[in-house]
């Protein structure tokens, strides 16, 4: 059955009376966008007595009745015209933003100054039915609050507005939410001036992350040193909780209560802090419970607090990366699974790979404990474990979440830093909002990430950035890139001999086109080597005056960073990578006493 949007677009626009906020607007989204493809807008009409997230055009009758179980939205053939039907308001938005793409519009995560929209007389007239029926039910992006730099008004002002477009290009591409994560020096559980933005839109809100310090305030410390952790050298506030202490519990519940209504969301990240060696108990009450069953016992406790409205995660990552052993989850805690010290040169279910395999048990183990309730957490646009570094990982993408997918994962979410990693991560995150959905072919998306963002080098970008997975693949072992094994040195070492093959692939791009996307991609590659380089210098210094001028070249490698379009690197490049590569550096010392 076909659909003429082009006829309807000049007719009528049926919305439910009681429609809910996000229906309106997904109404005026489709009104303005038939404008600019066809030149005209339908008049809008209230329908009294059918509530529900739909939209019809020119559409006598009644609307669509329940979708089937897994249908998130649906536009079909009604008499002389069409039905938008979604589950929720956020995926009838979905539906009606699909209908349009099918016209002809591209969405862009850059905002909708970057998205192509044919211009009247180029888009499709006629177009198929359609129906979105994602395999994954919650698709989610993430991120650090403290990248937002609140506390530095002109910092954050300067941020907002790509993140505007970024939530934006979310609604579009079909994601369900955005989840801000606490860390334990922040002040706040979400970005307030992002919020509208999101609640427009119907995408979730989702909030908590290394936060349980936040929830058991480290001032009870002097008055209550019960409630703490008992590590080698005793009680400390440094560290989570003692679990056995069901005051210190009782404590935590209540923070979880009110950190919940501070966000305003039914979900709860209730995650440790962000520790290796995890800051878990070690008192005789604890002592038999590893860090995976005394994380859970927090979540559980949590669950059972906040009711029968929402969800509590529980975080496996670090030292919780093994299920729980012993304790049992409540039947409102997921796992969140975040494996991030996995590799990502190969996916994650690559017989070929040494290191993936017990990630991959351990999730399957979530996966039974948790009787299917785990999501997977995953990195692909993480700018601290690539180190800034230019990273694309399609091929992964689509076959890690193929697996996912298969073993029955029922949510996936992917961390980014704001523009610095649609810079460098760019296609990671294109891969990632596809394979949400469905099947992704790496080279397909690889070349229609291209002609969006590079336009007349597309063709020589796809070439470019096939060969730079390729090579940085020698490179991406295990953790942190720039953070290597001694034994790394020969596969650092093969990745930076291909430098003078990535760059000639440049320089074709670079003739192909002047835009500034292309020439941004010239200096990330020129971070990239230099960082590497850098890191390989550290690896096979033997002097202490050694390590320090391969510390200094890696200090120096920002600046290539620096001389690209400071819209391409964001906030995250201008201010985090130096707080990021004075870790790096630290870490890299710390390694030689």
């Not at 536009?75 to 979905?94: C, I, M, N, T």
């Not at 994560?181 to 989702?206: C, F, K, M, S, Y």
């Not at 995890?278 to 009711?307: I, M």
Request: some cysteine.
């Amino acid at each position: 059955m076909s659909i003429d949007l082009a006829r309807l677009a000049g007719g009528v626009l049926s919305v439910p009376e009681d429609a809910a906020p996000p229906v309106l607007f997904a109404a005026d989204e489709l009104a303005r966008y038939c404008a600019r493809l066809y030149g005209r807008a339908p008049a809008r009409r209230r329908v009294r007595g059918a509530p529900g997230a739909w939209l019809g055009l020119t559409a006598g009758g009644e609307p669509p009745a329940r979708l089937a179980p897994g249908v998130e939205y649906s536009v079909r053939q009604a008499g002389d015209g069409a039905f938008v039907a979604g589950a929720s308001p956020r995926a009838l938005l979905a539906g009606v933003y699909a209908l349009l793409e099918s016209a002809g519009c591209r969405w862009s995560p850059d905002g909708p100054d970057a998205e192509h929209v044919p211009a009247p007389g180029a888009a499709a007239h006629v177009v198929a039915e359609l129906e979105g029926r994602p395999d994954f039910a919650r698709r989610v992006y993430a991120a650090d609050l403290a990248t937002w730099h609140y506390s530095v008004p002109a910092r954050l002002a300067e941020r907002l507005p790509a993140d505007v477009g970024f939530v934006d290009w979310m609604a579009k591409s079909g994601a369900t939410g955005l989840l801000f994560i606490r860390h334990a020096n922040d002040t706040q559980w979400v970005v307030p001036e992002l919020v509208p933005e999101l609640v427009r839109r119907g995408l979730a809100i989702e909030g908590g992350g290394h936060a349980l310090v936040e929830l058991l305030p480290r001032g009870l410390f002097e008055d209550h040193p019960e409630y703490f952790p008992l590590g080698a050298a005793g009680r400390s506030d440094y560290g989570n909780v003692c679990v056995s202490s069901r005051n210190a519990l009782a404590v935590v519940r209540a923070g979880a209560r009110a950190a919940r209504a501070a966000i305003g969301a039914p979900d709860l990240h209730l995650w440790g802090l962000d520790l290796f060696g995890g800051g878990w108990c070690a008192c005789a009450g604890c002592a038999g419970l590893t860090p995976s069953d005394q994380a859970l016992l927090v979540s559980n406790a949590v669950a059972d607090a906040l009711g029968d409205d929402g969800r509590v995660f529980h975080l496996a990552y670090h030292d919780t990366i093994d299920p729980p052993a012993v304790v049992a989850p409540h039947p409102r805690v997921w796992a969140e699974f975040a494996p991030r010290e996995r590799c990502y040169a190969h996916a994650i279910d690559d017989p070929a790979c040494d290191t993936n395999p017990r990630y991959r048990a351990a999730l399957e183990a979530h996966l039974a404990c948790f009787e299917g309730r785990v999501d997977v957490f995953e990195y692909y646009g993480d700018a601290i474990l690539f180190g800034g570094c230019a990273v694309p990982l399609t091929a992964v993408v689509e076959r890690d979440l193929a697996y996912y997918r298969a073993a029955g994962v029922r949510g996936v979410s992917c961390l980014v830093f704001g523009g610095y990693s649609l810079w460098a991560y760019g296609v990671n995150v294109a891969a990632f909002a596809r394979a949400a959905w469905g099947p992704a072919a790496a080279d397909d998306v690889r070349r229609e990430y291209c002609e969006r963002r590079f336009g007349p080098a597309a063709a020589p970008m796809a070439r470019y950035l096939a060969a730079l997975e390729r090579t940085m693949a020698a490179a991406l072992s295990a953790g942190d890139l720039l953070l290597p094994p001694h034994a790394a040195a020969a596969r650092l070492g093969a990745a930076l001999a291909e430098a003078p093959a990535l760059r000639r692939l440049l320089a074709d791009a670079e003739r192909s086109s002047s835009l500034p996307p292309v020439a941004g991609e010239a200096r990330l590659l020129d971070y990239t080597l230099s960082a590497l380089t850098a890191v390989r210098a550290w690896l096979a210094a033997r002097a202490d005056a050694d390590v320090e001028a391969a510390l200094a070249a890696l200090f120096a490698a920002r600046e290539h960073v620096h001389a690209a379009p400071r819209a391409m690197g964001g906030s995250w490049g201008a201010y985090d990578l130096e707080v990021t590569l004075h870790f790096f550096a630290e870490a890299l010392r710390a390694r030689r006493r």
